[in-house]
């Protein structure tokens, strides 16, 4: 038969049963008279003809079966039955199947919420074409990690490398939309001419940039992203070729991206305007400067590998036209990721750590499930014993099992779909910030697809124990549903499903443990500075309203001075950057005591421009020396103060007050030496879990420049988040149309130095308790379940003189046996899996006995609760009763 017939008759097999049950029953008849009609052409007598005819075919129905068992729409129609048996076994045991449902629910959610946060920044491929061509290139850090590049290695690269089909030079920008109804500080990034190009992506409307925008001194162009149109301007595309003020001056909108457009380097970036950068530019001005990066898409026929090679050989081979300052050199070498790497790199121990995390869980909710499953199984040996009798094979009873197990576990994956989803939402609300690609989280096609996949393997899998167990019980014993024997064989299984709980468990505790110990050793430390009671804000003024570094300095002045008078307002100061805070802004230095070690030699120096009560409203302390006064700022000699770390390693004991340095970006001028008139103590700058840093510390009004984005710092007498608006009153009274951004209390940006750590804690915590519910709950359905079994065994020890407490004891000493191996086992499986986190870790070893004896107390503690209350159900069993009912 062919195979389109075959299609055929099975489709009306399936469609039409009745009739073609009719149809097989009247041909299989149809065989019977033939073979009657040839036993009567033999010579015998109809009726005798018919019952050797009746021999020979045999049982009628069992003849229609088999025939019926050659299509393939017997297997069709048997998962069908199967599955409708499977949904009225499920029917009609409503308690365990809300159980199992809401336990797989949780487990399948939280595996595919995870998934939906990984599959993008892990696994998914970027989104753009070809994209695992795209690498990032940057120099090599003295700590050999990645370190930003100079726009002058760029050029220099962009020149004499072969390996890229092309290179583009991004910097961050941040610029102030005025002439609205309420300016507002932007989010940019400033972009060398190929940038869109490079990634592959043009805009949705309008154009891209040309070689002529780039140009020194180009025109002011900028292009936008459809989320900062949508926001700000409505959705208007009639923008593109319109003006738009940024900073006072004037841009031409030339295009829009796309709304799709995903910008992996900063996705908060909303608004790209050329760099304008001169390639030949003097090594003292910015394009010198360690705060670029470089985006390369590779040539078909290269690789980072290769592309890195070449680097290190243009590196050792300098050319004339491409000077290169000290700093600058290449000589450490660069490095060459591919783009996704570069971008998950921070945030790949975190997710892996999470990923373990809910594996075990997953694990933890297989094993419960599992052991509800075999529970479930022991009540119905007798039904899998008849089945057998009557004729059923071994395979089929396992197919019908896992049938059951597999729609338990779609039914939990659909609910689990909605777990997943609000899973998914808070996710992105609790994801610490430089978390890429959080845009891309979300229910989509592969999340539904890995979905399916796992609900499907833990069906199959949950399934494997209790069917292997319906058909290895002996037939008699199940028959008579009272043996001993095989009641026992159950209850080891069930016991092992329980340790196994436990140890999960535990090894999830102790994770969450060692986070929450690490968070509170890195709240511990130090910021350098009294954080409580701090406000602080970024004040800016973005254009030409203050055109002289005179007026602009000014203007803070006066800003201060309004906010000293807000009440509550203890003391008021402000920053060139703010500790804590992603600014970041160093340069190199040369004390005069140290001829030989040039400028940049001896690393670089972060820059604080500060106003004299700056340490006094920080509270950061004083080691030597004075602090700035106003005589610093109007004039007098050059003053300058340096943090504790940097005097202790260029002086060691030796007093450094009166020490001549110069610091900034002409170190190699004939500027003026600076005067060390104080030191003060270290700063957390970068995050609490980094070392200390070389600081150096200017009156404003002293540095070469005032800078136009300032942080005001404010010490309030009450809650500092509730004297913002006062405060922002304050500066406004100054003037209204400056942005004021970043208003945070300092408490609030010490928290978010450990965003990633929180992050991880919060869902490794979540899943710990959830884990040890569910261990509990195994815990107390084993020992319910032994109870049940042994309540003749109970009544006859009561009979025969046992106390409660003996009773209580003997079930306690069960449950906490169990508890104590899993343990053992979870500790093990703990020191191993505890390897994962390590980088997470801060100040606590992943062996930290503290940690660990307190999970285990938990975890004992928990545990005898849940033995306890079987227990107390057993020694109430009367003895008398059940003797009776025996």
């Known amino acids: 038969m062919s195979l389109w017939r075959q299609l055929r008759r099975g489709l009306r097999v399936l469609t039409r049963r009745t009739e073609a049950d009719q149809e097989l029953a009247d041909e299989v008849q149809h065989y019977v008279d033939l073979t009657t009609a040839d036993y009567v052409a033999r010579g015998l007598e109809p009726a005798a003809a018919r019952r050797a005819a009746q021999l020979e075919v045999g049982n009628m129905t069992a003849v229609r079966e088999h025939v019926r068992s050659y299509g393939w729409e017997n297997a069709v129609w048997m998962l069908l039955a199967d599955l409708r048996f499977a949904l009225r076994r499920l029917r009609a045991n409503p308690g365990f199947t809300v159980v199992s449902v809401l336990t797989l629910a949780l487990g399948i959610g939280a595996t595919t919420a995870i998934f939906s946060a990984v599959n993008p920044i892990l696994l998914a491929s970027l989104p753009y074409p070809n994209a695992e061509r795209l690498v990032l290139v940057a120099d090599r850090g003295a700590d050999g990690g990645p370190r930003d590049a100079t726009f002058g290695t760029y050029g220099e690269l962009r020149v004499r490398s072969r390996s890229f089909q092309s290179l583009a030079a991004v910097d961050r920008w941040q610029s102030s939309l005025t002439a609205t109804s309420e300016p507002e500080r932007l989010q940019g990034q400033r972009v060398s001419e190929s940038y869109f190009r490079t990634l592959g992506v043009t805009p949705a409307v309008g154009r891209d940039f040309d070689s002529d925008d780039d140009r020194v001194g180009g025109p002011r162009v900028v292009i936008l992203s459809d989320r900062l149109l949508q926001r700000r301007f409505g959705g208007d595309r009639s923008l593109v070729g319109r003006r738009i003020m940024l900073d006072d001056d004037e841009y031409l909108v030339i295009g829009v991206m796309p709304p799709r457009f995903s910008n992996v380097i900063a996705p908060s970036a909303d608004i790209w305007a050329p760099l304008q950068e001169q390639a030949t530019a003097e090594f003292n001005s910015r394009e010198w400067g360690h705060h670029y990066r470089i985006v390369g898409r590779l040539q078909r026929a290269s690789s980072a590998a290769r592309a890195s090679g070449e680097i290190r050989m243009i590196a050792r081979a300098p050319l004339p036209e491409f000077p290169r300052p000290m700093w600058a050199n290449m000589s450490d070498g660069m490095l060459v990721q591919p783009l996704q790497d570069a971008i998950a790199t921070d945030a790949k121990p975190m997710l892996f750590a999470i990923c373990g995390a809910v594996l075990v869980l997953l694990a933890i909710v297989c094993v419960n499930v599992t052991n509800l499953l075999v529970a479930r199984g022991a009540q119905r040996r007798g039904e899998f014993a008849m089945r057998i009798a009557l004729g059923a094979g071994r395979g089929r009873l396992v197919q019908q099992v896992l049938t059951e197990t597999v729609v338990l576990a779609l039914v939990g994956g659909l609910l689990g779909l909605e777990v997943a989803a609000i899973g998914v939402r808070a996710l992105i609300a609790l994801s610490p910030a430089g978390l890429p690609r959080v845009d891309a989280m979300g229910l989509n096609g592969p999340v539904f697809a890995f979905a399916l996949v796992v609900t499907t393997l833990i069906g199959l899998t949950m399934g494997l124990v209790p069917a292997l167990g319906a058909t290895r019980a002996g037939l008699h014993d199940d028959l008579q549903q009272s043996s001993r024997r095989t009641a026992g064989g159950r209850g080891i299984a069930r016991s092992a499903l329980v340790v196994t709980e436990v140890a999960l468990a535990l090894v999830l505790l102790v994770g969450a443990g060692l986070l929450m110990r690490s968070l509170q050793r890195l709240f511990a430390v130090a910021p350098g500075f009294n954080a409580p009671h701090l406000l602080t804000m970024q004040v800016i003024e973005p254009g030409h309203a203050y055109h002289s570094d005179t007026a602009r300095a000014r203007y803070y002045e006066q800003a201060l001075e309004s906010v000293s008078h807000v009440p509550g307002v203890i003391s008021a100061a402000v920053t060139s950057q703010l500790p804590l805070s992603d600014d970041l802004d160093g340069y190199g230095y040369e004390f005069q005591s140290t001829p030989s070690v040039k400028p940049g030699e001896d690393g670089s120096a972060l820059r604080y421009v500060v106003t004299p009560g700056y340490f006094a409203t920080m509270g950061i302390p004083l080691r030597r020396g004075r602090l700035f006064d106003e005589s610093d700022v109007r004039g007098g ?236 159900r057993a020694a109430r069993v009367d003895p008398a009763i059940t003797l009776r009912a025996e």
């Open 637 to 872: 000699p050059e003053a300058i103060l340096i943090s504790e770390s940097l005097a202790r390693r260029k002086f060691g004991d030796q007093n450094p007050i009166g020490q001549r340095v110069r610091f900034g970006p002409e170190t190699a001028s004939d500027r003026p030496w600076d005067v060390v008139v104080g030191v003060v103590g270290d700063v957390k700058q970068e995050s609490l879990a980094f070392g200390q840093t070389a600081a150096f510390y200017v009156p404003m009004g002293r540095w070469w420049w005032v800078d136009n984005v300032q942080s005001l710092v404010v010490r309030t007498s009450g809650d500092p988040a509730a004297m913002a608006p006062s405060v922002k009153r304050a500066v406004w009274s100054v003037d209204a149309n400056q942005p004021i951004e970043r208003i945070v209390t300092m408490d609030a940006l010490i928290a978010k130095t450990a965003s990633q750590r929180r992050f991880a804690l919060v869902i490794i915590e979540t899943f710990a308790f959830a884990a040890l519910l569910l261990a509990a709950l195994g815990i107390y359905g084993v020992l319910a379940g032994r109870v049940t079994e042994r309540t003749r065994e109970i009544g006859v020890r009561s009979a025969l003189g046992a106390t409660r407490g003996n009773i209580l004891g003997l079930i306690v000493r069960q449950g906490m046996s169990l508890t104590l191996l899993g343990v053992l086992i979870g500790l093990v499986g703990a020191m191993a899996a505890t390897r994962g986190i390590m980088t997470l870790l801060f100040g606590v070893s992943r062996l930290d006995p503290i940690t660990y004896i307190g999970v285990v107390a938990l975890l004992a503690g928990v545990a005898m609760i849940a033995c306890w209350l079987p227990a107390w």
